[in-house]
């Protein structure tokens, strides 16, 4: 039987440690292998592995002096994956408002760890406020 009730409950919790802008525990979410994967073409768009999540989030958290909240609208889970719907609401350190939509896609070891996270969002509004407008040069 599936660990399908114990992986949304890890999903919760690991929510809660991105609200709490708790980096160890973010990190020590991931399996040792573990990464995630941010889509689309921004200048936070990639796959990182743990060492780069833990780098990736500290500078995130830096960036909202006053925190990032999640808010989970919806969740389903299968076999070792959940895959959930939320949005985030926080004020940048530019001053500007940021909110953004998300699906994430979390993979789960069999000890209940993160394999992998894909996460998709509006990539327009990531390069508009995370990024200051800027973009990754154009590929040939």
Not at 7 to 23: C, H, I, P, S, T
Not at 74 to 80: K, P
Not at 83 to 97: D, I, L
Request: aromatic fraction near 10%.
């Amino acid at each position: 039987m599936p660990h399908t009730q114990r992986n949304k409950a890890l999903v919760e919790q690991f929510l809660a440690a991105m609200n709490r802008g708790d980096v160890a525990a973010i990190v020590a979410a991931y399996a040792p292998s573990g990464q995630v994967r941010t889509m689309g073409n921004t200048l936070i768009s990639g796959t990182f592995d743990r060492d780069r999540i833990a780098a990736a989030a500290d500078a995130i958290f830096d960036t909202f002096p006053e925190g990032i909240r999640f808010t989970l609208t919806g969740m389903t889970a299968e076999d070792n994956r959940v895959a959930v719907e939320a949005w985030s609401e926080g004020r940048h350190h530019s001053g500007r408002r940021y909110h953004n939509e998300y699906h994430f896609l979390f993979t789960f070891s069999e000890d209940g760890k993160i394999l992998q996270l894909k996460e998709y969002m509006d990539t327009e509004r990531v390069t508009e406020v995370l990024c200051d407008g800027q973009r990754p040069p154009a590929a040939d």
